[in-house]
């Protein structure tokens, strides 16, 4: 199977999840960056960074746009919990644009801009969690694959009530509880990503981070920096 027949197959398997899945496809696990990774960054040992989370938590996300705010309950998902948390507490989400922003649906996030960070932490992939709330209007998901135990880093916040979601495996892990308004107003002018829509490639992103993004989107809006302020 060559890779463009690899990456329709996975489109079609992702139709039932309206396009929620992580297209991994056939994405290089390294940058052209010939500097290489940063051999410093913690972030490139996904393992030394694991930790249970907190049984309720807040994470405060400044972005270009303003302030937001996402309340974790880890007994909803514990899984997604604390992988959420500790992306967060070690700043993953630092620099991250909303790549994906379908007005009507949901707001996608999650591919860190660093390609080489993205690489390591596709391979360390969490448990799926039973679905135990629903995919309302400002309740953050972890995105999947159509396969099981397939969450990463990817996470998506409903901008509407996405109720279809529950039964296909989507679990929230916590909800919006300031700042609805910003992430109402996050760039979703590019709509759907390629190749069904004008958006980013999520095998570019994964390939090149956020030079692909700033280059060739330059409206997307991103998350300045995301804290723990609570738990």
């Given at each position: 199977?060559t890779c463009?027949?690899?990456?329709?197959?996975?489109?079609r398997?992702?139709?039932p999840?309206?396009?929620?899945?992580?297209l991994?496809?056939?994405?290089?696990?390294?940058?052209?960056?010939?500097?290489?990774?940063?051999?410093?960054?913690?972030?490139?040992r996904?393992?030394?960074?694991?930790?249970t989370?907190?049984?309720?938590?807040?994470?405060?996300?400044?972005?270009?746009?303003?302030?937001f705010?996402?309340?974790?309950?880890?007994?909803?998902?514990?899984?997604g919990?604390?992988?959420?948390?500790?992306?967060?507490?070690?700043?993953?989400?630092?620099?991250?644009r909303?790549?994906?922003?379908?007005e009507?649906?949901?707001?996608q996030?999650g591919?860190?801009?660093?390609?080489y960070?993205?690489?390591?932490?596709?391979?360390?992939?969490?448990?799926?969690?039973?679905?135990?709330?629903?995919?309302?209007?400002?309740?953050?998901?972890?995105?999947?694959?159509?396969?099981?135990?397939s969450?990463?880093?990817?996470?998506f916040?409903n901008?509407?009530d996405?109720?279809?979601?529950?039964?296909?495996?989507?679990?929230?892990?916590?909800q919006?509880v300031?700042?609805?308004d910003?992430?109402?107003?996050?760039?979703?002018?590019?709509?759907?990503?390629?190749?069904q829509g004008?958006?980013?490639?999520?095998q570019?992103?994964?390939?090149s981070?956020?030079?692909?993004?700033?280059?060739?989107?330059?409206?997307?809006d991103y998350?300045?920096?995301?804290?723990?302020?609570?738990?």
């Open positions: 199977m463009s027949d690899a990456f329709a197959a996975r489109v398997l992702a139709a999840f309206l396009g929620l899945a992580l991994w496809g056939c994405a290089s696990d390294a940058s052209d960056d010939t500097e290489g990774p940063d051999v410093t960054n913690p972030l490139m996904p393992a030394e960074l694991a930790e989370a907190p049984d309720m938590y807040r994470a405060r996300f400044q972005t270009n746009e303003g302030v705010v996402v309340e974790v309950h880890r007994a909803w998902a514990p899984n919990a604390d992988r959420f948390y500790v992306l967060v507490k070690n700043g993953y989400f630092d620099g991250v909303f790549f994906r922003v379908i009507g649906f949901m707001a996030f591919i860190n801009g660093d390609p960070v993205t690489a390591v932490w596709r391979n360390y992939a969490i448990p799926d969690d039973p679905v135990t709330q629903s995919n309302l209007r400002g309740y953050l998901t972890f995105a999947a694959t159509s396969l099981p135990n969450r990463t880093t990817q996470v916040i901008l509407v996405n109720t279809n979601l529950d039964g296909m495996g989507f679990a929230p892990v916590g919006v300031e700042g609805m910003i992430v109402d107003n996050i760039y979703s002018g590019y709509g759907e990503g390629a190749p004008n958006g980013p490639l999520q570019n992103i994964q390939a981070g956020n030079a692909y993004l700033t280059e060739n989107f330059p409206e997307l998350v300045e920096q995301a804290t723990i302020v609570g738990g």
